[in-house]
């Protein structure tokens, strides 16, 4: 267990609704981070959040959108789903931000039909 | 851009043989940071190890240690005393310290045979 946690476990949803996954970082852990794992694509980095502002972006749509709140949660709100979308989401966290290693919650599968 | 790349994407092994997973990699920084993730069948990224580019000790966990040749930017695993819990799909990371995001490779499912 990492003590990284994520919600729901998994998610079954319509072509064009809207979702938003949850994480909760290790205890005292800063930065947040949002990766997409799919079959086509791989792993891929989407977004950070370090202590509640954004701090980094990679290739996320802009359909897709994320925030980290005071108590340092973070969700991921994703927007207009495609069937492309369906993928294994993963939120990280890390103390600092820097460049040391992330340690992962179970992930949100989530299926788009 | 950082990249990643693991060129055998099935590897296999026989239960308490070695087995080395390779790995090679690209960034214009000179300092940075370089992991091996582990993912079993219940999809957990689970962390292996982890190497300072600064450092040229080789790290080295249990039965996991890594080959790193800075030079020619490769970062390979070896998994010494292979057993039947080590088969999962194993993921080459990048980590650069002027931005924290992992840039990942594509995998190596590893089957280790009893």
């Known amino acids: 267990d990492s003590g990284v946690t994520q919600t729901p476990k998994h998610l079954i949803t319509a072509t064009g609704q809207r979702v938003t996954l949850r994480c909760s970082p290790r205890s005292g852990d800063l930065s947040v981070y949002w990766y997409q794992q799919s079959l086509d694509q791989g792993l891929q980095f989407l977004i950070q959040y370090y202590n509640g502002e954004e701090r980094a972006k990679g290739n996320i749509l802009e359909r897709f959108s994320a925030q980290q709140f005071p108590d340092l949660h973070s969700e991921l709100n994703l927007s207009s789903l495609e069937l492309g979308d369906s993928a294994l989401y993963f939120c990280?966290?890390?103390?600092?931000?820097?460049?040391?290693?992330?340690?992962f919650g179970p992930g949100t599968r989530l299926t788009v039909t | 851009a950082q990249t990643v790349t693991q060129s055998q994407p099935e590897m296999s092994v026989q239960e308490a043989e070695t087995v080395t997973l390779s790995c090679t990699y690209d960034t214009s920084e000179s300092d940075y940071y370089l992991f091996w993730y582990k993912q079993p069948p219940s999809r957990q990224m689970i962390l292996v190890i982890r190497q300072e580019a600064y450092k040229q000790q080789n790290a080295t966990e249990n039965r996991f240690s890594v080959n790193f040749q800075k030079a020619a930017k490769s970062f390979s695993l070896k998994i010494s005393d292979s057993q039947l819990g080590d088969a999962a799909m194993y993921f080459c990371a990048l980590s650069e310290t002027s931005g924290s995001r992992l840039t990942f490779g594509e995998g190596t499912q590893l089957t280790v045979n009893p």
């Open positions: 990280a966290s890390n103390p600092t931000g820097t460049s040391y290693e992330q340690y």
